[in-house]
T-cell receptor, first 114, second 114 residues
């Protein structure tokens, strides 16, 4: 079974721009979560989507948003990029529920904001 | 209340030695404690997990020890191998709760010297 795929793997943007990252979960998995990984803050939860609905949200500003499609694929969007948004963005796929099923992570998208 | 504190930040162990990584949590509602292993360029992968109804769980060379009263848990890697060199993250969440997102420690970079 193919794992979680994320595209693109690397992105370079400038301050003020917006960016869209994509995640395809493991086949059959219906929950997709997004995490931000930085050297200073570590891994921090952004949000979770299940059946096209945001089910949980972390403590990030409204510039960070996401959505999920009917095939469970998910996108996250960051608007008005800031230097501090430079990070590895990880997508995790779960069969049904974050709270009871194992989260399988993709390789991440490395975003650099200049 | 939401923090998970992990130590040490980095660890160097000789091949065949024991690697020990410690974590402490604050929120007594947490009842699921996984450890993730991350290699460079890859997303975190679940290594082993424990729930507080047991004080120890062993899978191969990896053992989690859990002390509920002290709100601490640790990962022991026996007979450490160079291939174990990676970053290890502890995490915590509420199993079966409405918000199952993982709260991660800051990570420990393990280097196993041959």
């Amino acid at each position: 079974k193919a794992g979680v795929t994320q595209t693109p793997r690397y992105l370079i943007k400038t301050r003020g721009q917006q960016v869209t990252l994509s995640c395809s979960p493991i086949s059959g998995h219906r929950s997709v979560s997004w995490y931000q990984q930085t050297p200073g803050q570590g891994l921090q939860f952004l949000f979770e989507y299940f059946s096209e609905t945001q089910r949980n949200k972390g403590n990030f500003p409204g510039r960070f948003s996401g959505r999920q499609f009917s095939n469970s694929r998910s996108e996250m969007n960051v608007s008005t990029l800031e230097l501090g948004d430079s990070a590895l963005y990880l997508c995790a796929s779960t069969l049904l529920a974050l709270s009871t099923d194992t989260q399988y992570f993709g390789p991440g998208t490395r975003l650099t904001v200049l | 209340q939401q923090q998970v504190k992990q130590s040490p930040q980095s660890l160097i162990v000789q091949k065949g030695g024991i690697s020990i990584i410690n974590c402490a949590y604050e929120n007594t509602a947490f009842d699921y404690f996984p450890w993730y292993q991350q290699f460079p360029g890859k997303g975190p992968a679940l290594l082993i997990a424990i729930r507080p109804d047991v004080s120890e769980k062993k899978e191969g060379r990896f053992t989690i020890s859990f002390n509920k009263s002290a709100k601490q848990f640790s990962l022991h890697i026996m007979d450490s191998q160079p291939g174990d060199s990676a970053t290890y993250f502890c995490a915590a969440s509420r199993y079966g709760g409405s918000q199952g997102n993982l709260i991660f420690g800051k990570g420990t970079k393990l280097s196993v010297k041959p």
